[in-house]
Nanobody
């Protein structure tokens, strides 16, 4: 069973950048569809997703052009590079994974079997 651990969150000023990491153990991210979600209130919101091979990605409209999801299979880690951060990006960010047999893109929370504990991102001056 894969375990996911997020890191890299913190306090950043508006317009700043952060890179979140999601380190996997007990499984190889090269066999998993992975994604990032965030939660600022009651609801969890999709942020970005990447397929098993890493060759296809998809983003929420609210982060498109500012965030980049990527995979490093050698490090067994998924990243979320966040640029031009805004106050409304403030949330707890979670990574999620599901072992898949094909290069599908998964975009909704219920499609994922494994979740990390989350890392807090606060955008404030």
């Amino acid at each position: 069973q894969v375990q996911l651990v997020e890191s890299g969150g913190g306090l950043v000023e508006p317009g700043g950048s952060l890179r979140l990491s999601c380190a996997a153990s007990g499984g190889s991210v090269s066999s998993y569809a992975m994604a990032w979600f965030r939660q600022a209130g009651k609801d969890r919101e999709f942020v970005a997703t990447i397929n098993r091979s890493g060759g296809n990605t998809h983003y929420a409209d609210s982060v498109k052009g500012r965030f980049t999801i990527s995979k490093d299979n050698a490090k067994n880690t998924v990243y979320l590079q966040m640029e031009s951060l805004k106050a409304e990006d403030t949330a707890v960010y979670f990574c999620a994974g599901r072992r898949v047999a094909s290069n599908v893109l998964l975009k909704t929370g219920h499609q994922f079997d494994y979740w990390g504990q989350g890392t807090q991102v606060t955008v404030s001056s």
